[in-house]
């Protein structure tokens, strides 16, 4: 995976990457901060016209959840669709097409229509591509262009110089799963808190250095005593909740009520998991803030963005419990998805106990959308606004 983590750190600073998938080669490019020339000048590297790779989502967005099936129904066809581009197509123009909210006054609803016309299958490429970024915290699309049969020893030759780096597309479909039992302990230290003075963090680094978790130890849990149920919190990483208190959510709350209701049993375990904005990280989330302030509910806003309903995956939080021989629990959610995401890991959720935040006229629409569309389990909460 060592190329994969590297090609991931090359689309953060706008470089192209090549897809190699059986004798098919991409070059690949990120589309956020993609330059005004950017698709014109991957098109003359790969020597044949570029295209657009959209998330089943965005392309809900668009007006066409079916797009580009064709008459083979191939799986990845299901999951995201390439979109042709024409020539000389602006980067505004490319951006309205890829996560801006109002295509059709950007593009006009003639272009937007023979957009959804151009429509193709995506391949197995375009599926590695949209992985890559998503694992890069990029918005979820990408610019592609196969590389024409006379253009293929000019790239081979860029990658053999250190000019382009080259990924299989199997590896990069992969990275979005992590590294399974290849999660390091890093560090860890004595850290009193206000709501729990006995407190111990230890931190773990993700192979490809993106990310680090940190498992915080409250008081005294019995970690060590077979079958004993360890109190346990998820808690995925929440900036303007957690740090500044945001009213938009209920994440800050949540953090210090869970904090202090594990001290108050005795001890247990809080994960604190880099996923911020259900897994599309801080600067996607901003995006969909403004969204959602021209009436959008969070759910809506990151599928405009290109998202699904939650990116977040929990194999990593399975490998920490792992690292401190944890294997039952009473989790502390009101969340079915974190209980199912443990369960097909193996750990034994014994008990599950509401954890709620204060609802607010900031967070309602924000808590309405989690409870209708996503189904966690917050019907106290609503009753107790009545």
Known sequence: MHQVERAIFDLRRGLPVLIIA??????????????????SRLGELAGTSPAL????????????????QGDAGQGSAKEAARLPLPDGLASGRLAALAFGAAPAATLGEAALSECRLALEPAESADLAALALMRRALLIPSALVARVAESRRASV?????????????????????????????????????????????FILFREPDGLRE??????????????GVPVPLRLHSACLTGDLFGSLRCDCGEQLRTA???????????????????????????????TLQDSGLDTLDADQILGFGEDERRYGVAVDMLDALGIRRVQL????????????EGGIEVVERQALYGTLN????????AKAERAGHLLDEVFRARR
């Not at 790779?53 to 580009?68: C, E, K, M, N, Y």
């Not at 382009?164 to 479909?173: D, N, R, T």
Request: hydrophobic letters at 50%; one cysteine or more.
């Open 22 to 39: 059986g004798e098919s080669r991409v070059l690949v490019q990120a589309i956020e901060g993609a330059a005004e020339a950017a698709a």
């Open 332 to 343: 502390m959610t009101n969340n079915p998805l974190k209980m199912a995401a443990l369960a």
């Open 156 to 200: 081979a030759a860029a990658v053999t110089d250190g000019t382009l780096l080259a990924v299989e597309a199997e590896q990069a479909a992969r990275c979005l799963d992590g590294a399974g039992g290849m999660l390091r302990r890093v560090s860890d230290a004595r850290i009193p808190l206000a709501d729990a003075f006995e407190c111990r």
């Open 53 to 68: 790779v959209l998330t089943r989502h965005r392309l809900a967005i668009l007006g066409q959840g079916d797009a580009g």
């Open 213 to 226: 978790h940190v498992a915080v130890v409250i008081g005294d849990p019995a970690l060590d005593a077979p």
């Open 361 to 368: 006229d900031h967070n309602h629409r924000y808590l309405s």
């Open 259 to 289: 904090v202090a209701e594990i001290d108050a049993v005795g001890g247990g375990v809080l994960l604190y998991l880099a996923q911020e904005g259900r897994g599309i990280g801080l600067a996607n989330k901003l995006r969909a803030y």
